[in-house]
């Protein structure tokens, strides 16, 4: 499947609510597919949301599998139509985006959750999360609802230049 361009802030589709996906068919799997695909070139990537690929539907893939901070991990997860069931505790943590790459912010957060969600191969799945992992499934999440990480510092003082590392 094709790796496709990230979409970027300011664009329109990353501030709208995604419209729901519905039964999997052939084009949604093919969408998980391209998720996976772009997400695994991106270096440092652990999700991606069909919004950030330009695609308005509530989508989105994770996998946290070798990260520092992962103490769940259910490996490459994708979601169509996912909803949060539950949710538990509270961390402030920093995060950052691929369409906000210049930016990261410190983001409070639950640091437990259940997902629910149709598979790649349309079968309903459900997913207990944890730590780093709970977080990105949040951030997933909240791209599919229009949200950026952004939306959700508490202020000014708690978003900072990206480092780069050479």
């Known amino acids: 499947m094709p790796v496709r361009p990230v979409i970027r802030l300011p664009e329109e589709v990353l501030t709208r609510p995604a419209r729901p996906c519905g ?14 695909d772009t997400m695994r070139v991106s270096p440092g990537c652990v999700g991606l949301a069909a919004p950030q690929l330009g695609v308005g539907l509530r989508a989105f893939v994770v996998d946290v599998t070798g990260h520092r901070k992962a103490r769940s991990c259910h490996g490459t997860v994708v979601m169509f ?3 949060l069931i539950s949710y538990s505790g509270a961390e ?21 959750v ?53």
């Open 23 to 36: 039964p999997v068919d052939e084009q949604l799997a093919a969408l998980g597919e391209d998720l996976i």
């Open 81 to 83: 139509d996912p909803v």
């Open 92 to 112: 402030l943590a920093r995060e950052g985006c691929m369409s906000v790459p210049d930016l990261t912010g410190d983001v409070p957060r639950p640091t437990s």
């Open 114 to 166: 259940v997902v629910r969600g149709a598979g790649l191969d349309g079968t309903m799945i459900e997913i207990e999360a944890d730590a780093f992992e709970a977080r990105a499934f949040l951030h997933e999440l909240d791209h599919l609802d229009g949200k950026l990480f952004l939306d959700r510092v508490p202020g000014p003082s708690a978003v900072f230049q990206r480092r780069v590392y050479r």
